[in-house]
T-cell receptor
Framework: DAGVTQSPTHLIKTRGQQVTLRCSPKSGHDTVSWYQQALGQGPQFIFQYYEEEERQRGNFPDRFSGHQFPNYSSELNVNALLLGDSALYLC?????????????FGNGTRLTVT | AQSVTQLGSHVSVSEGALVLLRCNYSSSVPPYLFWYVQYPNQGLQLLLKYTTGATLVKGINGFEAEFKKSETSFHLTKPSAHMSDAAEYFCAVSGGGYQKVTFGTGTKLQVIP
């Protein structure tokens, strides 16, 4: 049973560029959440997708956007990259996003902005 | 709104010694509490969770945590540390339902042979 898979594993971009990160949820899961984990910090909630809609959003600017596809996979897009966007981006899936369905995390995408 | 505070960004214990990682929470609604572990270059893995019911929660790898409402705490313990326990541990809180999960800043556990 495949867990959460994320691609790519590493990425280097230049300030001002745009990036797309991808996530396939664990089999049977329908909800995808994205987190940003800066070095030495805990994960910070970006947003959550359910039924192809953004259901909740954290305190991130509109440069961060996402999408969920009918097969429940998801993309995170970041426009106009800043140096401060360098971080590990984690995707987590769950069933219906409820508390009784804990988050299952992928291994993340390490984004470096130069 | 919910938040968690993890006391101690680094904790060192000897192999075989008690592991105690501290977490205090703040929540305007009955909280759901979690402990996750992160090994280097990996995502987070759920150790245990508290939703309702029994306040002493047992998780994987011999870890357990006790929900104490009067102290707003959810400390993680393990009677005897193994070298394989060296990792970063995150306490997290949710208001339940569809609310987001909020993580603490993490505690790095070092196990000394």
């Amino acid at each position: 049973d495949a867990g959460v898979t994320q691609s790519p594993t590493h990425l280097i971009k230049t300030r001002g560029q745009q990036v797309t990160l991808r996530c396939s949820p664990k089999s049977g899961h329908d909800t995808v959440s994205w987190y940003q984990q800066a070095l030495g910090q805990g994960p910070q909630f970006i947003f959550q997708y359910y039924e192809e809609e953004e259901r909740q959003r954290g305190n991130f600017p509109d440069r961060f956007s996402g999408h969920q596809f009918p097969n429940y996979s998801s993309e995170l897009n970041v426009n106009a990259l800043l140096l401060g966007d360098s971080a590990l981006y984690l995707c987590a899936s769950s069933l219906d996003g409820g508390y009784n369905s804990p988050l299952h995390f992928g291994n993340g995408t390490r984004l470096t902005v130069t | 709104a919910q938040s968690v505070t993890q006391l101690g960004s680094h904790v060192s214990v000897s192999e075989g010694a008690l592991v105690l990682l501290r977490c205090n929470y703040s929540s305007s609604v009955p909280p759901y509490l979690f402990w996750y572990v992160q090994y280097p270059n990996q995502g987070l893995q759920l150790l245990l969770k508290y939703t309702t019911g029994a306040t002493l929660v047992k998780g994987i790898n011999g870890f357990e945590a006790e929900f104490k409402k009067s102290e707003t705490s959810f400390h993680l313990t393990k009677p005897s540390a193994h070298m394989s326990d060296a990792a970063e541990y995150f306490c997290a809180v949710s208001g339940g339902g569809y609310q987001k999960v909020t993580f603490g800043t993490g505690t790095k556990l070092q196990v000394i042979p």
